[in-house]
């Protein structure tokens, strides 16, 4: 896995967890842990009997980013992304939100750099006159696991569906779809044990993040293993970085 196949997986599981775990948290009323977003989204809207768009809009968060981190349909989910940001965006700047529109502008920005990964795929799409059409793409290649891809986005739907009405079932699914999307990344990577600590560290970040209720309930910091997996992603993830160029700054040597 090249320096770029590595950031670009980052941010696809990253754009994919925001999205995911956003969705989820509104369609169970704040029960499941996230970084963005109003978590009692629905409520709200339910005043102005907007209810219905609202679940919609939880849920397609919740299928799409599921699509992202499921690799194999990642660029599918990706451009789906794109008018969901660009509609968040322009919703928090037009209620003068502080500080928000910042971040949202922050995730378009690496929602099309994502995308730009994949240009050899959708500039046959924007450029119908090329003769190479380049497919298939680059996460095709390198997660080929078809089960792994399926089974995330699989139990991302029965998250949703059960969301509102059974959220043990919710949460297990919703925590085995994040199991299974870094072990599709995980398989990919088998060769360096430094990704998969990055792997490892940003799973338990959001695991944590997710179970934030349930720690609490047990009287367990979050911000425990919260911290410790962004330190453990955060150093192996320089450290895989110097170890890459050092490497190629030899063989030019």
Same mark, same amino acid.
């Given at each position: ?22 969705? !989820? %948290?509104? /369609? @169970?009323?704040?029960?499941?842990? &996230?970084?963005? =977003?109003? $978590? *009692?989204?629905?409520?709200? +809207? ?39 940001? !660009? %509609?968040? /965006? @322009?919703?928090?700047?037009?209620? &003068?939100?502080? =500080?928000? $529109? *910042?971040?949202?502008?922050? +995730? ?39 089960? !792994? ?105």
């Amino acid at each position: 896995m090249h320096l770029k196949d590595f950031y670009c997986l980052l941010a696809r599981l990253f754009l994919g967890y925001v999205f995911f775990s956003s969705g !989820l %948290c509104k /369609l @169970a009323n704040g029960h499941f842990g &996230q970084l963005i =977003g109003p $978590p *009692f989204l629905i409520a709200e +809207l339910e005043q102005y009997r907007l209810g219905g768009f609202a679940i919609f809009l939880a849920f397609s968060q919740v299928m799409t980013g599921a699509l992202v981190m499921s690799q194999r349909w990642s660029l599918l989910g990706l451009v789906m992304l794109v008018p969901m940001n !660009l %509609c968040i /965006l @322009a919703a928090t700047i037009s209620m &003068q939100w502080q =500080g928000t $529109p *910042f971040v949202n502008g922050f +995730l378009l920005i690496i929602n099309l750099l994502a995308l730009l990964y994949e240009w050899k795929t959708l500039r046959f799409f924007l450029l119908p006159e090329t003769l190479e059409q380049g497919l298939p793409t680059r996460t095709q290649v390198l997660f080929s696991n078809f089960w !792994l891809a399926l089974g995330i986005v699989a139990t991302a739907f029965v998250a949703a569906i059960f969301a509102r009405i059974a959220q043990p079932v919710m949460m297990v699914s919703g925590i085995v779809a994040l199991v299974l999307a870094w072990a599709n990344a995980w398989h990919a990577s088998k060769n360096s044990w430094l990704v998969q600590a990055v792997l490892a560290g940003s799973l338990l970040a959001v695991v944590s993040l997710a179970l934030t209720e349930q720690l609490t309930f047990l009287n367990i910091n979050v911000y425990i293993p919260l911290l410790a997996g962004i330190a453990i992603a955060t150093l192996a993830t320089i450290a895989h970085t110097l170890s890459v160029w050092i490497s190629s700054n030899k063989q030019m040597v």
